[in-house]
C-alpha cells in the first residue's frame, strides 16, 4: 500500500494514491464493521490516547470505537481533565504524553496549528481530529469514501460545499481532496461567510442556491458555526434558511440522483430541512457515520505501520 506520511494532520501532504489508499482500505474495514466479528489485531499492544481541547461526540465517539475495533488500548483526555486548564503549556503536556509511551495520538484543538506542534513534540503518529479553522482531515475523508461508494468514482464530479464556508475547517480539508481528485467544486453561501481570497482556490463561488446546485452530483451543507462568529454574519436564522438552507425546491436544480451531506452535527430547519436530512434516497447523512469509523481505523492502521517500521529501522 502507498502510504508514506508519518502523522496525518492534513489533506493538503497527501497524494492522490496515499488517498485512494487510505479509502481503499477503509472499504475493507466497512466490511469488517458490518460483519458479526468487528475486531481485528492491526493495533494490538498499541496505545491510543484522544485528546479533545473542544466538544465532540461524533468525532471522539468514531476515533474510540476505531480504536477499539483494532485492538488498541484506549484512553480518552478531555479538557476537563487536563491539567492545561491549570496552566500547563502544550509543550508540557507533551512531555508528559511521551513518559506515557502513546504510539496513536489524536488530538481536536479550537487552535489552528497546535495539532502540528504536538507532532513536532511526541514520539508517536498523531491525528488531527481538527484544529481552529485550519483542517479537519478524516471529515474530508470519510465524505469522499461516502461520495465513492455512492457515485462509483471520486473524480470528475461536480460537488456544491453551502453555507459557513468561512468558519468551516470541514469545508477546507475537502475543498483540498476533491480538488487533488480533479472535481469541480462550487461554493453556495452569503458574500459574509465566504472567507478572503475565495477566488484563489480554484472554486466557482455562487451567492444563489439555485445557481450554486445547478446540475450537481453532490450538495454538501455545512452547520453554522456560531461558537466561532463574533459578529452579524447572518440577519437571522429564519431568513438564512430562507436563502440558503436545503429544502426539496432548492434541491430540485441538483441532478435527480444528486446526493445530500452534511458533517453535523445538523440545525435542522437552519441549514437543512429535516425531512430531507432523513429522506432515505437523497441523504447519506447516516452513511457518513458509517464510513467515518472505517476511514479512522484505515488511517491509524497505516500510521501504525510506518511507525513500527521506523521503530525496526531504529532498533536496527
Known amino acids: 500500500m502507498s502510504f508514506r506520511q508519518d502523522h496525518l494532520l492534513g489533506i493538503e501532504p497527501l497524494a492522490p494514491d496515499e488517498i485512494s489508499t487510505i ?8 466490511a469488517l464493521s458490518r460483519s458479526d466479528d468487528k475486531h481485528t489485531e492491526a493495533l494490538k499492544g498499541l496505545t491510543q490516547i484522544n485528546m479533545f481541547f473542544e466538544n465532540s461526540t461524533r468525532t471522539q465517539a468514531s476515533f474510540e470505537l476505531a480504536g477499539k475495533r483494532l485492538g488498541a488500548d484506549v484512553m480518552n483526555m478531555g479538557l476537563e ?4 486548564k491549570k496552566g500547563e503549556t502544550l509543550i508540557d503536556t507533551a512531555m508528559t504524553l511521551n513518559a506515557m509511551h502513546p504510539d496513536l495520538l489524536v488530538v481536536r484543538h479550537p487552535h489552528s496549528g497546535a495539532v502540528d506542534l504536538l507532532s ?3 514520539n508517536c503518529a498523531v491525528l488531527n481530529a481538527g484544529d481552529g479553522r485550519h483542517e479537519h ?16 468514482r471520486l473524480h470528475r464530479l461536480s460537488i456544491a460545499i453551502c453555507g459557513d464556508i468561512a468558519h468551516s475547517r470541514v469545508a477546507r480539508s475537502n475543498l483540498i481532496l476533491l480538488g487533488k481528485m480533479e472535481n469541480r ?12 481570497g475565495i477566488g484563489e482556490l480554484g472554486c466557482e463561488v455562487y451567492e444563489d442556491m439555485a445557481e450554486g446546485l445547478k446540475d450537481v452530483d453532490v ?21 438564512y434558511y430562507h436563502l440558503y438552507g436545503l429544502d426539496a425546491e432548492k434541491l430540485a436544480h441538483a441532478k435527480d440522483d444528486a446526493i445530500v451531506m452534511h458533517p453535523g452535527p445538523m440545525n435542522r430547519g437552519v ?11 437523497r441523504s447519506v447523512i447516516q452513511e457518513q457515520v458509517e464510513m ?9 492502521d497505516l500510521l501504525a505501520r510506518n511507525l513500527q517500521a521506523r521503530r525496526r529501522d531504529g532498533a536496527a
Open 23 to 30: 479509502l481503499d482500505l477503509a472499504d475493507d474495514y466497512v
Open 120 to 122: 513536532q513534540k511526541v
Open 81 to 84: 481533565a487536563s491539567s492545561i
Open 219 to 239: 450538495v454538501m451543507m455545512l452547520r453554522l458555526q456560531k461558537e466561532r462568529m463574533d459578529g452579524g454574519f447572518i440577519p437571522s436564522e429564519r431568513e
Open 271 to 281: 441549514e437543512i430541512d429535516g425531512t430531507l436530512a432523513d429522506d432515505i434516497n
Open 185 to 196: 467544486i462550487r461554493l453556495v453561501g452569503p458574500p459574509t461567510l465566504m472567507p478572503s
Open 137 to 152: 482531515p478524516t471529515q474530508a475523508l470519510l465524505d469522499a469514501l461516502t461520495i465513492r461508494r455512492k457515485k462509483g
Open 292 to 300: 467515518g469509523v472505517a476511514v479512522r481505523m484505515a488511517a491509524m
